[in-house]
């Protein structure tokens, strides 16, 4: 089976734009999250949706938006790019979204490499 | 609230030598503790978690942790270094009623021929 697989893997947009990166989770997996990883630092969470819902939203603003498909698919949105938001921007996916508080496993893509100049 | 600090940025080792990455957590719920690799220009690579029962864990490619309650550490250690363990190495914690990961700031590791 495939795994968490993220579309773009590299970018370059320029400030003021608008990026939109996609992921497709892992075959039966119904939940995704998003992480911002700025070189140099760990992963940061940024959303977890579930059967199309947000379930949990990180600290980062409301230029950050995101949604789930009925295929549970996801897209990220980031309007008004700033040079800070120069990143690799990394999915996760997992059965049922509730995996992290059992301490259960959830499965990383290899990421989109967003470039904001 | 959760979180991980991750002592050392960059640790250097020899191949051969013992690798030793230090993770401290901070939780006020039982934790679960997570170690994950990421090579250059990829994505994360569970090696091992700590979830509950026994406090040594083993993981992939030799690696293994041990949860330290007491000292609320969750060190990665493994006996002989390789060239092909030289990436970056994240601590991460999730548990109550979180639904992330928090991750610490990732140690560099290189080994030195």
Redesign the interface.
């Known amino acids: 089976d495939a795994g968490v697989t993220q579309s773009p893997t590299h970018l370059i947009k320029t400030r003021g734009q608008h990026v939109t990166l996609r992921c497709s989770p892992i075959s039966g997996h119904k939940s995704v999250?998003w992480?911002q990883q700025v070189l140099?630092?760990?992963?940061?969470?940024i959303f977890?949706y579930y059967e199309k819902e947000e379930?949990?939203r990180?600290n980062f603003p409301d230029r950050f938006s995101a949604r789930q498909f009925p295929n549970y698919s996801s897209e990220l949105n980031v309007n008004a790019l700033l040079l800070g938001d120069s990143a690799l921007y990394?999915c996760a996916s997992s059965r049922f979204?509730?995996e992290?508080?059992?301490?259960?496993?959830?499965y990383?893509?290899?990421?989109s490499?967003l470039t904001v100049v | 609230a959760q979180s991980?600090t991750q002592l050392g940025s960059h640790v250097s080792v020899s191949e051969g030598a013992l690798v030793l990455l230090r993770c401290n957590y901070s939780s006020s719920v039982p934790p679960?503790l997570f170690w994950?690799v990421q090579y250059p220009?990829?994505?994360?690579?569970?090696l091992l978690?700590?979830?509950?029962g026994a406090t040594l864990v083993k993981g992939i490619n030799g690696f293994e942790a041990e949860f330290k309650k007491s000292e609320t550490s969750f060190h990665l250690t493994k006996p002989s270094a390789h060239m092909s363990d030289a990436a970056e190495y994240?601590c991460?914690v999730?548990?109550?009623?979180?639904?992330?990961?928090?991750?610490?700031?990732?140690t560099l590791l290189t080994v030195n021929p």
Do not use: D, M
Request: charged share 10%; proline share 2%.
């Open positions: 999250s992480y140099g630092q760990g992963p940061q969470f977890q379930r949990g990180g990394l979204g509730q992290l508080k059992t301490g259960n496993t959830i990383f893509g290899e990421g490499w | 991980v679960y994950y220009n990829q994505g994360l690579q569970l978690k700590y979830t509950t994240f991460a999730s548990g109550g009623s979180n639904y992330k990961l928090t991750f610490g700031k990732g």
